[in-house]
């Protein structure tokens, strides 16, 4: 996790890594994680170097040297942070949602103004006695939802849906609720039952604000959807060289995974040198395949949707307005 520093005219410093008290870079979920056979991952602001002995991770100032026979891969725990005074003593704490469908809480034992956030976790929150959790990818809100003066909790998860974790306890000390729906999942498809027209998609990540000044909050909503792009008008020639290019890929794609058993599957070679000969393979046929992907048309596009949810005037909710 990053901040990135106010300054003068609305311009903002370059991005420093958020660290504890005691200097280290709070990252949850990250660093080495258990070691899977012949394959080592690493979650975090991690890089890979190839030299003269093999593959090395830099990760936090240390250089890993991965043993030899033995690979890694770099990976991240889609972390998303909200900044909230969650114990009510007047300092910013974080609240972090990750790719699990979790929300931690890394408490910030400073002040306002300089910030000393704890070491002892990060401590993931209960919700209805036990551990918060959503349909992966949670990305959590503070707000006051229910207006009684108590913050609340609004998450967000992978699968689309949002929802409402009610604050039943204090100011200071919050509990929280077991939870309730507020916005059903979306969907997202990746091929050619991708949908012409916007929809909601996936990953949701909200903001709580009284969006139309009626008194009432509302809900902004960012996704991650697909959409059928207009497909393009074709001459006959053109027709007949998509479909070549079609069955070109097919072949491609069979070689594609051949190769990819042979340099990196569960049944890799264990000669060094074979294997790295299938690892060049395996990035040919890659490229010849995203070579082949550009010339045709694209199935379906990637986009990223806000929606605007706003609140009705006769809503009510547990224990809300």
């Known amino acids: 996790m990053f901040i990135f520093r106010g300054g003068p005219k609305r311009t903002f410093a370059a991005p420093a890594k958020i660290k504890d008290k005691n200097g280290k870079s709070i990252n949850i979920g990250g660093g080495r994680r258990p070691d899977s056979g012949n394959f080592f991952l690493f979650a975090g602001d991690a890089k890979s170097e190839q030299t003269d002995k093999g593959q090395v991770i830099i990760y936090e100032g240390e250089r890993i040297e991965v043993p030899e026979g033995k690979s890694a891969g770099i990976t991240g725990t889609a972390s998303a942070v909200h900044a909230v005074d969650w114990d009510g003593d007047g300092d910013l704490d974080l609240l972090v949602g990750d790719i ?145 290019l079609r069955k070109d890929l097919d072949a491609l794609r069979q070689d594609y995974n051949k190769l990819y058993e042979k340099a990196y599957g569960a049944s890799k070679v264990t000669d060094e040198t074979e294997r790295k000969q299938f690892q060049k393979q395996f990035g040919e046929v890659r490229t010849k395949m995203y070579e082949l992907q550009s010339k045709l048309p694209r199935e379906y596009e990637n986009h990223g949707w806000v929606w605007l949810l706003l609140r009705k005037p006769a809503e009510t909710t547990a224990g809300g307005r």
């Open 100 to 244: 699990g469908g979790n929300v931690y809480l890394v408490t910030n034992e400073g002040t306002a103004s300089s910030y000393s956030f704890a070491t002892d976790g990060p401590n993931q929150l209960q919700a209805g006695g036990k551990p918060l959790h959503v349909a992966g990818d949670a990305g959590p809100f503070a707000a006051d939802w229910d207006g009684d003066g108590r913050i609340d909790l609004i998450v967000g998860a992978g699968d689309g849906g949002v929802s409402y974790f009610r604050n039943t306890g204090s100011v200071k000390a919050p509990e929280l609720a077991s939870p309730v729906q507020l916005v059903a999942p979306g969907s997202a498809s990746f091929g050619g039952d991708a949908p012409h027209e916007p929809r909601r998609g996936i990953r949701s990540k909200v903001c709580v604000a009284d969006w139309n000044g009626d008194g009432r909050l509302d809900l902004l909503l960012g996704d991650f959807a697909t959409q059928k792009p207009k497909p393009p008008e074709l001459t006959d020639e053109e027709k007949a060289e998509h479909d070549k």
